[in-house]
Protein backbone atom coordinates (compact mmCIF):
# COMPACT_ATOMS: atom_id res chain seq x y z
CA UNK A 1 0.00 0.00 0.00
CA UNK A 2 2.84 2.16 1.10
CA UNK A 3 4.48 1.72 -2.49
CA UNK A 4 1.13 2.45 -4.35
CA UNK A 5 0.48 5.73 -2.44
CA UNK A 6 3.97 7.01 -3.67
CA UNK A 7 3.05 5.77 -7.72
CA UNK A 8 0.24 8.01 -7.15
CA UNK A 9 2.03 10.88 -5.20
CA UNK A 10 4.41 10.39 -8.20
CA UNK A 11 1.69 10.75 -10.79
CA UNK A 12 0.17 13.33 -9.10
CA UNK A 13 3.48 15.27 -9.43
CA UNK A 14 4.22 14.61 -13.13
CA UNK A 15 1.10 15.68 -13.58
CA UNK A 16 0.76 19.13 -12.11
CA UNK A 17 4.36 20.31 -13.18
CA UNK A 18 3.24 19.22 -16.69
CA UNK A 19 0.55 21.45 -16.81
CA UNK A 20 1.66 23.99 -15.17
CA UNK A 21 4.96 24.56 -17.34
CA UNK A 22 2.86 24.01 -20.32
CA UNK A 23 0.68 27.20 -19.19
CA UNK A 24 4.02 29.10 -18.45
CA UNK A 25 6.33 27.49 -20.91
CA UNK A 26 4.52 28.11 -23.97
CA UNK A 27 4.21 32.26 -23.60
CA UNK A 28 8.39 31.85 -23.03
CA UNK A 29 9.22 29.46 -26.04
CA UNK A 30 7.33 31.66 -27.86
CA UNK A 31 9.12 34.98 -27.28
CA UNK A 32 12.53 32.63 -27.41
CA UNK A 33 11.31 31.58 -30.92
CA UNK A 34 10.72 35.29 -31.64
CA UNK A 35 12.24 37.84 -29.61
CA UNK A 36 15.47 39.65 -31.17
CA UNK A 37 15.68 41.04 -27.42
CA UNK A 38 19.51 41.33 -26.23
CA UNK A 39 18.25 39.61 -22.85
CA UNK A 40 17.37 36.00 -25.32
CA UNK A 41 20.76 34.57 -24.58
CA UNK A 42 20.60 35.48 -21.30
CA UNK A 43 16.93 34.04 -20.69
CA UNK A 44 17.71 30.91 -23.01
CA UNK A 45 20.84 29.97 -20.54
CA UNK A 46 18.85 30.37 -17.74
CA UNK A 47 16.36 27.90 -18.97
CA UNK A 48 18.72 25.21 -20.26
CA UNK A 49 21.03 25.30 -16.86
CA UNK A 50 18.81 22.49 -15.09
CA UNK A 51 20.13 20.51 -18.21
CA UNK A 52 23.82 20.72 -16.54
CA UNK A 53 23.75 21.49 -13.01
CA UNK A 54 23.73 18.79 -10.45
CA UNK A 55 20.65 18.37 -9.02
CA UNK A 56 21.94 18.59 -6.33
CA UNK A 57 23.03 21.94 -6.46
CA UNK A 58 20.08 23.48 -7.57
CA UNK A 59 18.18 21.50 -4.42
CA UNK A 60 20.29 23.33 -1.90
CA UNK A 61 19.92 26.59 -3.31
CA UNK A 62 16.24 25.64 -3.31
CA UNK A 63 16.26 24.82 0.27
CA UNK A 64 17.46 28.13 0.91
CA UNK A 65 15.25 29.55 -1.13
CA UNK A 66 12.23 28.52 0.64
CA UNK A 67 13.83 28.72 4.02
CA UNK A 68 11.12 31.36 5.90
CA UNK A 69 14.46 33.42 6.22
CA UNK A 70 13.75 34.34 3.11
CA UNK A 71 11.10 35.96 1.09
CA UNK A 72 9.52 33.34 -0.96
CA UNK A 73 9.43 31.37 1.69
CA UNK A 74 8.43 33.57 4.05
CA UNK A 75 5.49 34.79 2.36
CA UNK A 76 4.28 30.52 1.98
CA UNK A 77 4.75 30.20 5.48
CA UNK A 78 2.88 33.12 6.37
CA UNK A 79 0.18 32.57 3.50
CA UNK A 80 -0.42 28.70 4.51
CA UNK A 81 1.16 28.50 7.66
CA UNK A 82 3.25 25.25 6.50
CA UNK A 83 6.91 25.52 4.65
CA UNK A 84 7.64 24.92 1.04
CA UNK A 85 10.89 22.72 1.80
CA UNK A 86 9.30 19.27 2.40
CA UNK A 87 6.28 19.65 1.31
CA UNK A 88 4.19 18.78 -1.90
CA UNK A 89 4.37 22.18 -2.81
CA UNK A 90 7.42 22.48 -2.84
CA UNK A 91 8.40 19.42 -4.70
CA UNK A 92 6.11 20.86 -7.42
CA UNK A 93 8.15 24.40 -7.49
CA UNK A 94 11.12 22.42 -7.92
CA UNK A 95 10.16 19.85 -10.49
CA UNK A 96 8.79 22.63 -12.54
CA UNK A 97 12.39 24.45 -12.12
CA UNK A 98 14.12 21.33 -13.49
CA UNK A 99 11.89 19.89 -16.14
CA UNK A 100 11.67 23.43 -17.38
CA UNK A 101 14.07 22.94 -20.66
CA UNK A 102 11.93 19.61 -21.27
CA UNK A 103 9.16 21.63 -22.14
CA UNK A 104 10.35 25.28 -23.49
CA UNK A 105 12.87 23.51 -26.29
CA UNK A 106 10.94 21.43 -27.79
CA UNK A 107 8.27 24.63 -28.14
CA UNK A 108 10.59 26.79 -29.12
CA UNK A 109 11.92 24.40 -31.87
CA UNK A 110 8.11 24.22 -33.09
CA UNK A 111 7.14 27.91 -32.54
CA UNK A 112 10.31 28.39 -34.66
CA UNK A 113 9.57 25.67 -37.12
CA UNK A 114 6.33 27.68 -38.17
CA UNK A 115 6.66 29.34 -41.50
CA UNK A 116 6.34 33.27 -40.96
CA UNK A 117 5.11 34.07 -44.07
CA UNK A 118 1.68 32.25 -42.96
CA UNK A 119 1.35 34.22 -39.54
CA UNK A 120 1.71 37.46 -42.38
CA UNK A 121 -0.92 35.87 -44.79
CA UNK A 122 -3.35 35.49 -41.66
CA UNK A 123 -2.62 39.34 -40.14
CA UNK A 124 -3.62 40.69 -43.97
CA UNK A 125 -7.03 38.79 -44.10
CA UNK A 126 -7.85 40.34 -40.59
CA UNK A 127 -6.73 37.93 -37.92
CA UNK A 128 -5.94 39.24 -34.56
CA UNK A 129 -2.29 37.63 -32.91
CA UNK A 130 -4.93 35.37 -30.63
CA UNK A 131 -6.83 33.85 -33.68
CA UNK A 132 -3.74 33.32 -35.78
CA UNK A 133 -1.91 31.58 -32.60
CA UNK A 134 -4.91 29.65 -32.10
CA UNK A 135 -6.06 28.87 -35.51
CA UNK A 136 -2.33 28.70 -37.04
CA UNK A 137 0.03 28.52 -34.86
CA UNK A 138 -1.02 25.49 -32.42
CA UNK A 139 -2.37 23.18 -34.87
CA UNK A 140 1.10 23.52 -36.44
CA UNK A 141 2.86 22.98 -33.39
CA UNK A 142 1.23 19.63 -32.22
CA UNK A 143 3.63 17.81 -32.32
CA UNK A 144 6.08 19.94 -30.20
CA UNK A 145 2.86 20.06 -27.62
CA UNK A 146 3.07 16.43 -27.50
CA UNK A 147 6.80 16.03 -27.05
CA UNK A 148 7.19 18.71 -24.53
CA UNK A 149 4.38 17.12 -22.64
CA UNK A 150 5.48 13.79 -22.79
CA UNK A 151 8.93 14.33 -22.09
CA UNK A 152 8.09 16.91 -19.37
CA UNK A 153 5.80 13.88 -17.68
CA UNK A 154 8.35 11.06 -17.87
CA UNK A 155 11.42 13.46 -16.91
CA UNK A 156 9.49 14.57 -13.59
CA UNK A 157 8.55 10.82 -12.97
CA UNK A 158 12.20 9.87 -13.09
CA UNK A 159 13.63 13.01 -11.03
CA UNK A 160 15.81 11.93 -7.56
CA UNK A 161 18.42 14.59 -6.58
CA UNK A 162 16.26 17.31 -6.32
CA UNK A 163 13.48 15.08 -4.74
CA UNK A 164 15.63 13.89 -2.35
CA UNK A 165 17.02 17.37 -1.52
CA UNK A 166 13.63 19.28 -1.37
CA UNK A 167 11.66 16.93 -0.51
CA UNK A 168 13.14 14.16 1.58
CA UNK A 169 11.16 10.95 2.26
CA UNK A 170 8.13 11.88 3.60
CA UNK A 171 5.42 9.14 3.41
CA UNK A 172 2.02 10.14 1.45
CA UNK A 173 3.81 13.81 0.95
CA UNK A 174 7.16 13.68 -0.64
CA UNK A 175 7.76 9.79 -1.30
CA UNK A 176 7.93 9.15 -4.61
CA UNK A 177 8.46 6.52 -6.74
CA UNK A 178 12.42 7.24 -7.00
CA UNK A 179 12.86 7.61 -3.27
CA UNK A 180 10.83 4.29 -2.87
CA UNK A 181 13.50 2.78 -5.03
CA UNK A 182 16.28 4.38 -3.15
CA UNK A 183 14.97 2.99 0.03
CA UNK A 184 14.60 -0.26 -1.40
CA UNK A 185 17.45 -1.09 -2.25
CA UNK A 186 19.14 0.42 1.01
CA UNK A 187 16.80 -1.98 2.78
CA UNK A 188 17.93 -4.96 0.37
CA UNK A 189 14.48 -5.87 -0.91
CA UNK A 190 15.09 -6.40 -4.54
CA UNK A 191 12.23 -7.79 -5.34
CA UNK A 192 10.19 -4.55 -4.48
CA UNK A 193 12.85 -2.10 -6.13
CA UNK A 194 12.94 -4.35 -9.46
CA UNK A 195 9.29 -4.04 -9.84
CA UNK A 196 9.09 -0.31 -9.21
CA UNK A 197 12.69 0.01 -11.43
CA UNK A 198 10.82 -1.90 -14.02
CA UNK A 199 7.79 0.06 -14.29
CA UNK A 200 9.73 2.95 -14.55
CA UNK A 201 11.92 1.78 -17.44
CA UNK A 202 8.66 0.59 -19.43
CA UNK A 203 7.17 3.87 -18.63
CA UNK A 204 10.54 5.32 -20.11
CA UNK A 205 10.63 3.57 -23.42
CA UNK A 206 6.65 4.14 -24.39
CA UNK A 207 7.64 7.86 -23.75
CA UNK A 208 10.63 7.71 -26.31
CA UNK A 209 8.43 5.80 -28.62
CA UNK A 210 6.05 8.05 -28.02
CA UNK A 211 7.99 11.07 -28.82
CA UNK A 212 9.34 8.84 -32.51
CA UNK A 213 5.99 8.80 -33.05
CA UNK A 214 4.43 12.11 -32.94
CA UNK A 215 7.40 13.28 -34.83
CA UNK A 216 6.98 10.97 -37.64
CA UNK A 217 10.50 9.35 -37.09
CA UNK A 218 10.96 5.59 -36.14
CA UNK A 219 12.84 4.65 -33.03
CA UNK A 220 15.31 2.35 -35.07
CA UNK A 221 16.74 3.41 -38.78
CA UNK A 222 17.05 -0.12 -40.88
CA UNK A 223 18.06 1.41 -43.89
Not at 81 to 101: E, H, I, K, N, R
Request: charge should be neutral; hydrophobic fraction near 50%; aromatic fraction near 10%.
Amino acid sequence: MTELTAVWLTLQLAATTTLLLLLLGTPLAWWLAHSRSRARPIVEAITSMPLVLPPTVIGFYLLLLFSPNNPLGDFWFTLTGSTLAFSFSGLVLASMLYSLPFMVQPLVNAFAAVDVRLREAAATLGATPGDTFRNLVLPLSKRGFVTACVLTFAHTIGEFGIVLMVGGNIPGETRVISIAIYEQVETLNYTQAHILSGGLLVLAFASLCTVYVANGRSVLRLN
